[in-house]
């Protein structure tokens, strides 16, 4: 999982090594492929909560891809504030809800 600030797709240093071990994953795996399910925060309107959270995912694609996975082994979701489970006054626990869930299938 990949976390976000508020309002924003940026992904932060701190996810480099994650990331990484994702790449390694998938170029070990050749016919692994990795879904990627994009979520915000209840904050904001389900119109921009959803394109927000799409932002976030292709984010995570871009990374891939631009890291040598091909794009065909990867699926991008976007799910807005669905499954958001923190209330808007609770900053730390919205972080949470701010996310990219990385999910491998090995076919």
Not at 24 to 47: C, I, M, N, T
Request: hydrophobic share 40%.
């Amino acid at each position: 999982m990949v976390q976000f600030r508020t309002a924003t797709a940026e992904i932060e240093p701190l996810y480099n090594t994650q990331l990484e071990q994702v790449l390694a994953l998938l170029s070990q795996q050749k016919s692994a492929h990795v879904e990627l399910f994009g979520y915000a925060d209840k904050r904001g309107d389900d119109q921009s909560n959803h394109a927000l959270s799409l932002a976030r995912s292709n984010a995570i694609a871009n990374y891939l891809i631009t890291n040598g996975i091909a794009k065909e082994r990867v699926s991008i979701m976007a799910r807005g504030d669905d499954d958001a489970q923190y209330d808007t006054a609770d900053n730390e626990g919205l972080f949470f809800d701010r996310r990219v869930i990385i999910n491998l299938k090995s076919t």
